[in-house]
């Protein structure tokens, strides 16, 4: 950990991302363009900068870093709740938690992030999209459901809704095939022993391999298998 200058640890949210520098202390930033640049104005030279996965706020930052050249660490989520929680924290905070992912850095050796290739890209893209759909389909399917217990509902309304589910499903197996056709191109060989665990469905292989960049983002098998719900 001494080949840096210092040592970030960011915990990002949807409009905001809190800093924590071992040198510098607490800052925030919006979690914008303009923000990440007036962020990456401040650093010094040969630092890491440290954050967890969370879904795809942390994403673009991370793209943005890794290819201005600074050296970035994308961890697990259940790490620095386990460290946090090794460490007794009870007050959680934005800011509490950035100093805590500041702290996970300096006292592991942690992976550097490597930006995503053009697979891995579209695959996340189609995932949130699907997540998007999915919740929109249930939406519809309960709509049409309180319309039928109205026991007269609209024709028109029906219709609609029983079109716009139709419409949906048939979206949501377009987006599936698609996901597994490119994970196929990558990572055959992760999705056949996935596939051959009992309970396994290829929608969750699918996503474990994608999220995971097929198990590398994990550092051990326990946290593997805290991540997928085994004891």
């Not at 080949?3 to 800093?19: A, M, N, P, Q, T």
């Not at 290819?67 to 989520?77: Q, T």
Request: charged share 25%.
């Amino acid at each position: 950990m001494n080949k840096y200058s210092e040592i970030f640890g960011l915990d990002i949210s949807k409009d905001v991302f809190d800093v924590y520098g071992s040198e510098t202390g607490h800052d925030q930033f919006k979690n914008d363009e303009k923000g990440f640049v007036k962020f990456i104005k401040g650093l010094p030279e040969s630092v890491l900068v440290v954050m967890e996965a969370t879904g795809y706020y942390h994403y673009r930052l991370a793209q943005f870093l890794y290819k201005s050249g600074v050296c970035v660490s994308v961890v697990n989520p259940l790490s620095v709740k386990r460290f946090i929680q090794m460490k007794l924290a009870k007050v959680k905070t934005d800011k509490s938690d950035s100093k805590a992912i500041c702290e996970y850095g300096q006292m592991n050796d942690v992976p550097l992030y490597t930006a995503l290739n053009e697979v891995q890209s579209e695959c996340l893209q189609l995932f949130r999209l699907l997540d998007s759909y999915i919740k929109y389909r249930t939406a519809s399917k309960n709509k049409l459901h309180g319309e039928e217990t109205l026991g007269i509902p609209s024709k028109f309304v029906y219709r609609s809704l029983k079109r716009n589910v139709k419409h949906l499903q048939k979206e949501i197996t377009a987006i599936e095939e698609r996901l597994l056709d490119l994970v196929k191109q990558e990572q055959q060989h992760q999705l056949t022993l996935l596939k051959s665990i009992p309970g396994m469905g290829v929608k969750t292989a699918l996503f474990l391999i994608v999220v995971t960049d097929g198990f590398k983002k994990f550092e051990t098998a326990s946290q593997l298998c805290s991540y997928v719900g085994i004891t």
